[in-house]
T-cell receptor
Framework: DAKTTQPNSMESNEEEPVHLPCNHSTISGTDYIHWYRQLPSQGPEYVIHGLTSNVNNRMASLAIAEDRKSSTLILHRATLRDAAVYYCILRDFDSGGGADGLTFGKGTHLIIQP | GAVVSQHPSRVICKSGTSVKIECRSLDFQATTMFWYRQFPKQSLMLMATSNEGSKATYEQGVEKDKFLINHASLTLSTLTVTSAHPEDSSFYIC?????????????FGPGTRLLVL
């Protein structure tokens, strides 16, 4: 999987929007952009994924740059329960339909202030 | 949503003993499961890929004779840490790939914290 770059940590206030950036300048045409998050002492959970178009679900929105070299995970109204490490991961679905394990980088440690 | 369970959630054992960790997909079938290890303040590292009915595939640097993996059914994979030592103390996390999912959705278990004394 191609490499991604994320800030080590970010801080936000409760009930405010949070924009978590991810750079993936070496992304290939068949790489999907996935976001997972890991709450303290828990396993990761899937947040959202996309290929080219912006995506929305009940957890978050994913904004993908036109050249696909970067993306932003948007939490519209952060709560204390959103404090976690957020991982941006590229997955190539041409190689086995996503049958490979995930390669986790260091992620962004999101701190939410009450 | 899809649920993956792990048992036990935490275990403390003496050095030299073996510990078995179970990973179950509760409401879907998983021909492929993955085992990860996470040391404190570090990211998850993939240890091995577990395929139902066949041998596991181990990542470079992971000893297959020390970390025994068995995937005997479509909903259960086990990881046995043999002759555990203090350096094996870690957070072990499994994930299961939903065989019916087009996007190859992977769902993670809650993790097992192993402490070897």
């Amino acid at each position: 999987d191609a490499k991604t770059t994320q800030p080590n940590s970010m801080e936000s206030n409760e009930e405010e929007p949070v924009h978590l950036p991810c750079n993936h300048s070496t992304i290939s045409g068949t790489d999907y952009i996935h976001w997972y998050r890991q709450l303290p002492s828990q396993g990761p959970e899937y947040v959202i994924h996309g290929l080219t178009s912006n995506v929305n679900n009940r957890m978050a929105s994913l904004a993908i740059a036109e050249d696909r070299k970067s993306s932003t995970l948007i939490l519209h109204r952060a709560t204390l329960r959103d404090a976690a490490v957020y991982y941006c991961i590229l997955r190539d679905f041409d190689s086995g339909g996503g049958a490979d394990g995930l390669t986790f980088g260091k992620g962004t440690h999101l701190i939410i202030q009450p | 949503g899809a649920v993956v369970s792990q048992h036990p959630s935490r275990v403390i054992c003496k050095s030299g003993t073996s510990v078995k960790i179970e990973c179950r997909s509760l409401d879907f079938q998983a021909t492929t499961m993955f085992w990860y290890r996470q040391f404190p303040k570090q990211s998850l590292m993939l240890m091995a890929t577990s395929n139902e009915g066949s041998k596991a595939t181990y990542e470079q640097g992971v000893e297959k004779d020390k970390f025994l993996i068995n995937h005997a059914s479509l909903t259960l994979s086990t990881l046995t840490v043999t002759s555990a030592h203090p350096e094996d103390s870690s957070f072990y996390i499994c994930s299961a790939r939903d065989s019916a999912s087009r996007r190859g959705a992977q769902y993670f278990g809650p993790g097992t914290r192993l402490l070897v004394l």
